[in-house]
């Protein structure tokens, strides 16, 4: 889709009709994986054990959104400030911190032995930003996609994705393999950035 340089109402449609499919059987899966479990640790936490959690992940939504605008702003301003592109900032310093969040909560996941989580937080925030956010980005308009990206940060993502596919099918991730993802992203930077 990105390939052709825009990204039009009709694509956004795919992309959310596909977003659909992905949360029905993801949803549909995990009941039929949990065999009830989730339904009596709910009714043995009761209903005061779920409104904190609620309440918090509605209000860091909240400063989610409210950063968002100040990120954009920021991004434009350092993009004209230094006279680097658009496409170039939000590709690199937009994407890092974008990304932080997501990090955060992998690595805490990780560190709590929580390896599921850690994985489908990865998976999940990268199906959701490649359906969700370029659908509803595209739903509200065309999206036009700077050729610049489609001749590098396209074929990086795609080789990324491989990447990660292939770690993933083996169902572990070692210290080394983490290392050459974490490569993979300076290498990606600094070529971006025309440094080597």
Same mark, same amino acid.
């Given at each position: ?11 956004? #449609? ?13 949803? @549909? ?15 043995? @936490? ?22 968002? *605008?100040? /990120? ?8 004209? /400030? ?11 310093? #937009? ?6 969040? *997501?990090?955060?909560? /992998? ?8 390896? *599921? ?22 739903? @509200? ?19 990324? @994705? ?23 992203? #300076? ?10």
């Amino acid at each position: 889709m990105l390939w052709d340089g825009s990204v039009g109402r009709v694509e956004a #449609v795919i992309l959310l009709s596909a977003l659909a499919v992905y949360m029905h059987y993801v949803l @549909t899966q995990t009941r039929s994986d949990g065999d009830g479990d989730g339904e009596a640790a709910a009714t043995r @936490t009761g209903r005061s054990g779920v409104v904190r959690p609620v309440l918090m992940l509605l209000g860091s939504a909240l400063f989610i959104l409210a950063g968002a *605008e100040g /990120t954009v702003t920021s991004a434009v301003g350092i993009g004209r /400030t230094l006279d680097i592109g658009a496409e170039i900032i939000a590709a690199s310093a #937009v994407a890092f911190g974008t990304s932080l969040p *997501e990090v955060s909560v /992998t690595v805490a996941a990780a560190r709590r032995g929580n390896a *599921e989580m850690a994985v489908g937080n990865v998976l999940g925030s990268n199906i959701f930003n490649a359906l969700a956010v370029t659908g509803i980005s595209a739903a @509200t308009g065309m999206l036009v996609v700077p050729a610049s990206l489609i001749g590098f940060a396209v074929p990086i993502m795609l080789v990324a @994705t491989l990447l990660v596919y292939f770690i993933v099918m083996q169902q572990e991730m070692t210290k080394w393999e983490g290392a050459l993802l974490l490569l993979f992203y #300076v290498f990606f930077i600094a070529e971006l950035f025309h440094w080597i």
